[in-house]
């Protein structure tokens, strides 16, 4: 099957692949601790950077991303975001057309 890496961070659970729903931008993500890998960087911990900063950072807000959204709002299973599409990289919005919550 795929090749599986655990976490080097906690050792808890593998790193999964995951894409950002907005561009679709390809990482590796562990679930346990919430620690991204970019794909051009080693799986270790002195590269792991923490998905809350890198998605503050993407969205230009400062603290925790996760205040009025959540996980499926940004991100998503590299799985689920190839399932049906080809595995067309970064086209995968049309099996979820504009599914932003704005609601202000
Ligand atoms: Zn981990």
């Not at 925790?64 to 205040?67: M, V, Y």
């Not at 080809?86 to 932003?100: K, W």
């Given at each position: 099957m795929s090749t599986q890496l655990v976490c080097p961070r906690c050792?808890?659970?593998y790193v999964q692949p995951y894409r950002f729903k907005a561009d679709g931008a390809p990482f590796?993500?562990?679930?346990?601790?919430?620690?991204?890998?970019?794909?051009?960087?080693?799986?270790?911990?002195?590269?792991a950077q923490f998905l809350d900063d890198v998605v503050a950072a993407r969205?230009?807000?400062e603290g925790?991303?996760?205040?009025d959204r959540v996980w499926a709002d940004v991100i998503q299973p590299e799985q689920e975001a190839s399932a049906g599409e080809?595995?067309?990289?970064?086209?995968?919005?049309?099996?979820?057309?504009?599914?932003?919550t704005e609601t202000d």
């Open positions: 050792e808890q659970d590796l993500l562990c679930t346990e601790c919430d620690s991204l890998w970019w794909p051009s960087e080693a799986v270790k911990v002195a590269q969205l230009g807000i925790n991303p996760w205040s080809g595995a067309v990289p970064g086209r995968n919005d049309r099996a979820h057309p504009f599914a932003r």
